[in-house]
C-alpha cells in the first residue's frame, strides 16, 4: 500500500476511498484504514463469514505498517522508478493476499467479502474481487481520492493475482482426505461439490 501511494501513479480502490475519506477526516491515513476495516466487518454478518486471528490482525497490522511504511519510503523521481513501485506494490499485494489467505487463520476484511461472496454465489474468485474493487473504485473516487493508472492495474490484477497465488500457499486442512487444496472460499481445485459448497478448478 505504502509503495502504491509512493509510485504516485493512482492507488488501489480500497485507497482510494481510504484517501477519499482522508480528506475530510482529521485523521492519519493508517487510522482512517483501520477505520475502514473495522465497518467492512460489519458486511460479513449476512454472508456468515467468520472472523480468524488473521481477519482481526489484519484490521490493525495494515493500518499501522502503511503509516510506518510511508515514513520510511522516498519519494520517487522518474517514471521508470515509480512505475516499478507500483509494480511491485501490486504484486505483493497479490501475494501476501495468498499468504494470509492461505495460512487458515481468517482473511482480512476486504478479503473476506470476496471469499464470503465467492461461497454464497458460487461465483469466481477473480470476477467477485474485480466487482469489488470497481465499487470501491467509484465511491473513493467521488469523495476525492487519486485515481490513475495504477488504480486501473491493481483493479484488474489483484483478482487474478490471489487466484493464481492462493492455490499455491493454501495450507491444507488436517482432515482433507484426498489431499487437495482449499482456498479462503471452501473450494478445492477439482472442479467438485463437498457438503453443498460449490467448488471450481483453478483457473475458474
Do not use: C, K
Amino acid at each position: 500500500m505504502a509503495m502504491m501511494l509512493r509510485a504516485s501513479l493512482g492507488l488501489a480502490p480500497w485507497d482510494v476511498l481510504n484517501q477519499g475519506l482522508d480528506r475530510h477526516l482529521p485523521l492519519s491515513y493508517g487510522t482512517v484504514s483501520m477505520i475502514i476495516g473495522a465497518a467492512v466487518l460489519l458486511l460479513w454478518i449476512p454472508l456468515r463469514q467468520r472472523p480468524g486471528l488473521g481477519t482481526i490482525s489484519n484490521v490493525f497490522v495494515i493500518g499501522l505498517t502503511v503509516d510506518a511504511g510511508l515514513s520510511l519510503l522516498p519519494a520517487l523521481h522518474g517514471l521508470p522508478a515509480r512505475a516499478a513501485m507500483l509494480a511491485g506494490g501490486i504484486v505483493l499485494n497479490g501475494l501476501a493476499g495468498g499468504l494470509y489467505i492461505g495460512a487458515r487463520f481468517g482473511p482480512g476484511p476486504r478479503d473476506g467479502l470476496m471469499t464470503g461472496f465467492a461461497r454464497r454465489t458460487g461465483g469466481s474468485l477473480r470476477l467477485i474481487r474485480t466487482m469489488i474493487e470497481l465499487t470501491v473504485l467509484v465511491v473513493g473516487w467521488l469523495m476525492g481520492g487519486q485515481v490513475g493508472v495504477g488504480t486501473v492495474a491493481y483493479a484488474l490484477a489483484i483478482g487474478p493475482l490471489v487466484q493464481f497465488f492462493l492455490p499455491m500457499l493454501t495450507v491444507p486442512h488436517a482432515n482433507d482426505a484426498s489431499g487437495a487444496q482449499r482456498d479462503g472460499t471452501g473450494r478445492d481445485h477439482a472442479g467438485r461439490v463437498r457438503g453443498g459448497a460449490v467448488h471450481e478448478t483453478a483457473g475458474g
